[in-house]
């Protein structure tokens, strides 16, 4: 039984700010990296941003880096993704992932071996 679930998606403009949260169950949640992931119409998913167990080292897609920033809080399951200054292109459905468990992990899909079943964002110019 496990489970991943995101919110906070939504519809914003340009320059905006969204917060996505991922809420996790069924596992250890403390022990495993955590990722990020989008994923627009006709095109591969593509990483955005992963988390070590404990929260203390990040990775970021170069598309990401100063705009986004990837957190976690362990004793509510949850791991977060707050994105500001958002951009059109930054338009797509966006989803959280389990990774390895205790080494922080990177933008190689094939380490991730659960997903949620993401939430849209959709921003506008």
């Known amino acids: 039984q496990v489970q991943l679930v995101e919110s906070g998606g939504g519809l914003v403009q340009a320059w905006g700010s969204l917060r996505l949260s991922c809420a996790a169950s069924?596992?250890?949640?403390?022990?495993?990296?955590m990722g990020w992931f989008r994923q627009a119409p006709g095109k591969e998913r593509e990483f955005v941003a992963a988390?070590?167990?404990?929260?203390?080292?990040?990775s970021y897609a170069d598309s990401a880096k100063g705009r986004f920033t990837i957190s976690r809080d362990n004793t509510k399951n949850t791991v977060y993704l707050q994105m500001n200054s958002l951009k059109p292109e930054d338009t797509a459905v966006y989803y959280c992932?389990?990774?390895?468990?205790?080494?922080?992990?990177?933008?190689?899909?094939?380490?991730?071996?659960?997903w949620g079943q993401g939430t849209q964002v959709t921003v506008s110019s």
């Open positions: 992932a389990f990774g390895p468990r205790y080494r922080l992990a990177g933008p190689d899909l094939h380490e991730y071996d659960y």
């Open positions: 988390i070590s167990y404990s929260g203390s080292r990040t």
């Open positions: 069924g596992r250890t949640f403390g022990t495993y990296t």
